[in-house]
Each structure stands twice: as C-alpha cells, then as structure tokens.
C-alpha cells in the first residue's frame, strides 16, 4: 500500500526525468544536459547558405560576446527535436527563430562522393537527409560550455 512517503519518494525519483534542461537567455537557448550552447535570433531565419559558407558563418560568429560557434553534428540536433510535436515544426518550442525548412549539420557523407555531399535537418520532419553541399540552407550554430 502506498503512503504519502512512498508517493513522496516515487515524485522525488521521478523529477529528473521531467527536468528542464533547455533554458532560453536572450539570442542564446542553453542546454544544460549536453553542455551545449544554441544560437536563436534572426539570423536562423534570415540567412541561407552553402554547407561551406554555413561552417564559416558559424566560426566567424560572435553572439552574447561568445566566440567559437560550429555547426552541430546530427546527434546534438536530435537533443533539441520534439519529434512528438503536431504541428509542422519539430524542434523544441524553447526556439523562436525557426522556419520549417533545412538546416546544415556539420556531417558530411564520404561514400561515391568524397564529401561532397552534406547532412541537413529537415525541421518539417525532423528527419536528416543528405544533399549536395552547393545547395542552400538555413544555419543554426551551436557551442560546447
């Protein structure tokens, strides 16, 4: 039989699975579980680049007077998806600057193609898919803490 001590201890042991670990700071979302650091302004929405004028975009950027910014891998992007989300956007309602479009990951696929093709997150769906690196698509950088 459960008693308020029991109930107590069962919410107590719970708790970290229902933690907040996205904290939004001004242009920045921060990550506390996986020691990231997000980028969410304008820019997210507004710039559109080649996979190789994202990576340079990304270690140019200053945001909040921190410095080296890179593009996330596919699995950092997967911390932040809400892939349970009914709407047409699949990332993390903590974000505001979002389109549902593509955005470029730091991966890049080797096999018939020597690197020239890149991975992006389709935020529609959440899915990854690869395409080649000339094409255009939105940047979001990240930074370790």
Not at 13 to 38: A, G, V, Y
Not at 86 to 94: G, M, S, V, Y
Request: aromatic letters at 16%.
């Amino acid at each position: 039989m459960l008693n308020f001590k029991n109930i107590f201890l069962i919410i107590l042991l719970c708790m970290p699975l229902f933690s907040i670990h996205l904290q939004k700071n001004r242009n920045t979302i921060m990550d506390t579980e996986h020691k990231l650091l997000w980028q969410d302004n304008k820019d997210n929405i507004r710039f559109i680049f080649t996979h190789e004028q994202s990576s340079q975009y990304c270690a140019k950027l200053t945001l909040n007077n921190y410095t080296n910014w890179r593009l996330p891998t596919i699995e950092e992007y997967k911390t932040i998806l809400d892939l349970n989300r009914k709407d047409e956007i699949k990332l993390n309602k903590k974000f505001s600057f979002v389109v549902k479009d593509d955005y470029w990951t730091n991966d890049r696929t080797w096999l018939r193609n020597f690197g020239k093709y890149g991975y992006y997150i389709m935020i529609k769906s959440g899915h990854t898919y690869y395409q080649n690196r000339t094409y255009k698509k939105y940047v979001r950088c990240v930074k370790d803490l």
